[in-house]
């Protein structure tokens, strides 16, 4: 992001031909050339207030890439300055909700040696891309899984997994308890 001071009918589209100048030719030519940085300020957005005149006009440009592409850019209160706030939302996406209960395959009662026959059986294409020999992969092992496993739910654990935690401690934790009760 930055005061470019870059005047080019594609970031203001009123500014009058006579109003372009070579930092506007030269970003605009720099981003057409590039395959990373896109202009992220929409056209017509006022940034800057003419102390003088009062016209608005569009200095500050920001460029960016990948997620910076979802953001909106707006312009906030006048604060003082020639040049307006500039406010960049990011869109924020909700943390996925946890499951109660994850499937799993329970190998307990299924046969091994049968699944391995199965899976040897099965001649896969040569000619896929690899992004649908994954989908294949994916779609035989559950497929033939099916035939010698069975799938299962259960609900996460509620005990914490602490490398440190042994019996000693949960037997010192149950006497604190219970002298606790007691008192």
């Known amino acids: 992001?930055?005061?470019?001071?870059?005047?080019l009918d594609f970031w203001k589209p009123v500014l009058p031909r006579s109003?372009?100048?070579?930092?506007g030719t030269s970003l605009s030519s720099f981003l057409a050339d590039?395959?990373?940085?896109?202009?992220?300020t929409h056209p017509g957005l006022p940034t800057r207030?003419?102390?003088?005149?009062?016209?608005?006009?569009?200095l500050d440009l920001y460029l960016g890439n990948g997620p910076l592409l979802l953001t909106t850019i707006t312009t906030g209160p006048y604060m003082g300055s020639d040049h307006l706030l500039v406010i960049i939302d990011f869109p924020s996406?909700?943390?996925?909700?946890?499951?109660?209960?994850?499937?799993?395959?329970?190998?307990?009662?299924?046969?091994?040696?049968s699944?391995?026959?199965?899976?040897?059986?099965?001649?896969?294409?040569?000619?896929?891309?690899?992004?649908?020999k994954i989908h294949f992969l994916t779609e035989v092992l559950v497929t033939v899984g099916s035939h010698h496993f069975?799938?299962?739910?259960?609900?996460?654990?509620?005990?914490?997994?602490?490398?440190?935690?042994?019996?000693?401690?949960?037997?010192?934790?149950?006497?604190?308890?219970?002298?606790?009760?007691?008192?």
Not at 19 to 23: H, K, M, V
Request: one cysteine or more; proline letters at 12%; a positive charge.
């Open 19 to 23: 109003r372009r100048n070579r930092s």
């Open 150 to 183: 069975h799938l299962v739910t259960s609900s996460p654990s509620s005990s914490f997994r602490i490398p440190w935690w042994s019996q000693k401690c949960a037997a010192a934790l149950q006497a604190k308890r219970h002298a606790f009760a007691e008192w």
């Open 1 to 7: 992001m930055g005061d470019f001071n870059a005047h």
């Open 115 to 132: 699944f391995q026959t199965e899976l040897k059986s099965i001649n896969p294409p040569t000619t896929l891309p690899s992004v649908d």
């Open 93 to 113: 996406v909700p943390p996925p909700s946890p499951t109660s209960r994850r499937p799993r395959w329970s190998f307990k009662k299924g046969d091994q040696v």
């Open 49 to 58: 207030i003419d102390p003088v005149s009062g016209n608005p006009s569009t």
């Open 34 to 40: 590039s395959n990373s940085l896109f202009l992220l």
